[in-house]
């Protein structure tokens, strides 16, 4: 995109009328030329946002540049942590025919309720719960029999996922967000991988305690 120019949210060269507005009103960064302060926008919009400022579109375009930040650091932490190639495995198994014989199952998710209190939906806490009680056997058995054709390395995939998520939990973030970054960053490591297998395999480290201890 060619229309466009690289727009200052907190100004560069506030005036008086710009200083009044913005008073105390917090900046992405210290230094105004930082990225972390630059946002791209069309002429149109940068000429109205230049020339008009107000404290509504400040903000509304701090909270935009705020989600664009955080998107780009959960892509570099997913690219940074990594989890071993078999977990593909037992997406594979999720998404294939085998899973039927496991949905009447009936497996209890216990202590969900009491470990999911971090502002996280009552429709993404169900949604953990069911995929417990249908799949949290199946998924323990896939891991079961990677353990067994390489030794540790079950365990190793756990220790990859409680890494994930403590480097998750220290940026601060919802147990809303933590999940979700989990099942995007599960399906990014595997080749086939689908947000509904992810999920099924992030509900079981919920309730193998891997998440949310």
């Known amino acids: 995109m060619k229309d466009y120019e690289i727009a200052h949210i907190y100004p560069l060269n506030p005036t008086p009328a710009e200083l009044a507005i913005l008073l105390g009103e917090p900046k992405l960064?210290?230094?105004?030329?930082?990225?972390?302060?630059?946002?791209?926008?069309?002429?149109?919009?940068?000429?109205?946002?230049?020339?008009?400022?107000?404290?509504?579109?400040?903000?509304?375009?701090?909270?935009?540049?705020?989600?664009?930040?955080?998107?780009?650091?959960?892509?570099?932490?997913?690219?940074?942590?990594?989890?071993?190639?078999?977990?593909?495995?037992?997406?594979?198994a999720l998404m294939s025919e085998a899973t039927t014989e496991v949905l009447d199952a009936d497996y209890v998710a216990k202590?969900?309720?009491?470990?999911?209190?971090?502002?996280?939906?009552?429709?993404?806490?169900?949604?953990?719960?069911?995929?417990v009680s249908s799949?949290?056997?199946?998924?323990?058995?896939?891991?079961?029999?990677?353990?067994?054709?390489?030794?540790?390395?079950?365990?190793?995939?756990?220790?990859?996922?409680?890494?994930?998520?403590?480097?998750q939990k220290g940026l601060n973030l919802t147990q809303q967000q933590i999940f979700q970054n989990t099942v995007g960053w599960i399906s990014s490591k595997t080749p086939n991988g689908t947000e509904e297998a992810a999920a099924v395999v992030a509900a079981f480290f919920v309730q193998n305690c891997e998440l949310f201890q």
């Open 111 to 131: 202590e969900i309720d009491t470990k999911l209190v971090g502002e996280i939906s009552n429709l993404t806490k169900q949604k953990i719960k069911n995929d």
């Open 29 to 92: 960064s210290g230094g105004l030329n930082d990225e972390c302060n630059l946002i791209p926008l069309c002429f149109t919009c940068h000429k109205l946002y230049d020339t008009d400022k107000t404290l509504e579109d400040y903000r509304a375009l701090k909270k935009i540049k705020e989600r664009l930040l955080g998107q780009d650091a959960q892509r570099r932490i997913q690219y940074e942590y990594q989890i071993e190639s078999d977990i593909a495995t037992i997406m594979d």
């Open 135 to 167: 799949f949290y056997l199946f998924v323990r058995n896939q891991l079961a029999e990677i353990e067994k054709t390489v030794p540790g390395q079950g365990v190793l995939i756990a220790m990859q996922v409680k890494l994930f998520y403590t480097k």
